[in-house]
């Protein structure tokens, strides 16, 4: 049973430029969440997606965007990188309706350093 | 949301039980007190969840007061693979696809 990937594992572009990183949930669940984390903060809750569609949004600009596909892994794109923006993004899967917050799983983020 | 505080580190040593306490005034009549632990370049990962008095699992314990403005996660006879960051967390668990708000965490150090 594959547990939630993330990729690539590490990635370094240059202020300005834009980024996508992939995630493909772990089997059986449907939503897709992001969070961004920076050097020794605690994750930041950026958007969520479920139906291929963005239902919740956390405090981030419109530079972060998404994407669900049908098969229900997630994109997540940013735009006109800032120094800012580097940190460890995560993304974390669920299965919608399912009760218990015990049931999101996190893979292992993909770090991103901005130049 | 209710707002968590919680230490920003301890130190323990093996074989040592850790109990960290994590303040939520604010907790609502519907939220519940969740933990989870992350390690370096790792996705944090669920220890556990309660809601009142106490609940024990293979990895920990968690002591919840009556009045719930507290929580405390116990960690028995800890090894040198449970320093990590803590985190708790209190919020509404009636659907898993629930926002989870992070704090800064606790950063827990076993040393031998």
């Known amino acids: 049973d594959a547990g939630v990937t993330q990729s690539p594992t590490h990635l370094i572009k240059t202020r300005g430029q834009q980024v996508t990183l992939r995630c493909s949930p772990k089997s059986g669940h449907d939503t897709v969440s992001w969070y961004q984390q920076a050097l020794g903060q605690g994750p930041q809750f950026i958007f969520q997606?479920?139906?291929?569609?963005?239902?919740q949004r956390g405090n981030f600009p419109d530079r972060f965007s998404g994407h669900q596909f049908p098969n229900y892994s997630s994109e997540l794109n940013v735009n006109a990188l800032l120094l800012g923006d580097s940190a460890l993004y995560l993304c974390?899967?669920?299965?919608?309706?399912?009760?218990?917050?015990?049931?999101?799983?996190f893979g292992p983020g993909t770090r991103l350093t901005v130049t | 949301l209710a707002k968590t505080t919680q230490p920003i580190s301890m130190d323990s040593y093996e074989g040592q039980e850790v109990n960290i306490t994590c303040s939520h005034n604010?907790?609502?009549?519907?939220?519940?007190i969740t933990w989870y632990q992350q390690f370096p370049s790792q996705g944090p990962r669920f220890i556990i969840q309660?809601?009142?008095t106490k609940v024990t699992n293979e990895v920990a314990s968690l002591f919840i007061p009556a009045d719930r403005k507290s929580s405390t996660l116990s960690l028995p006879r800890v090894s040198l693979s449970d320093t990590a960051v803590y985190y708790c967390l209190v919020g509404a668990a009636m659907d898993s696809s629930y926002k989870l708000i992070f704090g800064s965490g606790t950063r827990l150090l076993v040393r031998p």
């Open positions: 604010n907790i609502a009549t519907n939220d519940y």
């Open positions: 309660g809601y009142k």
């Open positions: 997606y479920y139906e291929e569609e963005e239902r």
């Open positions: 974390a899967s669920s299965l919608a309706g399912k009760e218990g917050i015990d049931e999101q799983y």
